[in-house]
T-cell receptor, first 116, second 114 residues
């Protein structure tokens, strides 16, 4: 079974440029998460989708960040414009329906963003 | 709000040494507790979990017991190997069963030397 796929693995951009990250979750996983991991820190949730609905986006900086999951499968996270402080690893994870309880979140390898 | 505190690294051990990585948490209600491991260049992998007080999670020789009275979930292994070198994250999920948002600690880097 394929795991969570993310692309690109690495991205270097100039500040004020836009950037997008793509995630394909494990087949059949209706819940998708985007996390931000700063250097030396644990991941922090940005947004959680159940199918195509964003059910928790309280930590997403909506002035510059946006996300979509149009068909309830793969998802895109966008930053426009990027700032120096956005340099971090962006992780995608997926799980089965969390309301069933005890559902493990499976993580992708992440996209490492460097903003110059 | 919910939070997780774990011991700072890096922790450097010789092969076959005993490992303890401390983790304490603050949360309302009865959270589920997790240990994730991140090998270099890879994503986080679930190592073990416990969903209620006094539960012991175990996997690959690692163990952790959910201690509600001390709000702790310390990770232990009796004999570490070089292949255990990685970053270990303690995490909690406030919703019973662990299906919701994960709150992570800052991670502890483990280096095991021959």
């Amino acid at each position: 079974e394929a795991g969570v796929v993310q692309s690109p693995r690495y991205k270097i951009i100039e500040k004020k440029q836009p950037v997008a990250f793509w995630c394909n979750p494990i087949s059949g996983h209706n819940t998708l998460y985007w996390y931000l991991q700063n250097l030396g820190q644990g991941p922090e949730l940005l947004i959680r989708y159940e199918n195509e609905e964003a059910v928790d986006d309280s930590q997403l900086p909506k002035d510059r960040f946006s996300a979509e999951r149009l068909k309830g499968v793969d998802s895109t996270l966008k930053i426009q414009p990027a700032e120096l402080g956005d340099s971090a690893v962006y992780l995608c994870a997926s799980s089965l329906d969390p309301t069933s309880g005890g559902r493990e979140q499976f993580f992708g390898p992440g996209t490492r963003l460097t903003v110059l | 709000g919910d939070s997780v505190t774990q011991m700072e690294g890096p922790v450097t051990l010789s092969e076959e040494a005993f490992l303890t990585i401390n983790c304490t948490y603050t949360a309302t209600g009865y959270p589920s507790l997790f240990w994730y491991v991140q090998y270099p260049g890879e994503g986080l992998q679930l190592l073990l979990k416990a969903t209620k007080a006094d539960d012991k999670g175990s996997n690959k020789g690692f163990e952790a017991t959910y201690r509600k009275e001390t709000t702790s979930f310390h990770l232990e292994k009796g004999s570490v190997q070089v292949s255990d070198s990685a970053v270990y994250f303690c995490a909690l999920s406030a919703r019973p069963g662990g299906g919701n948002k994960l709150t992570f600690g800052t991670g502890t880097q483990l280096k095991v030397e021959l």
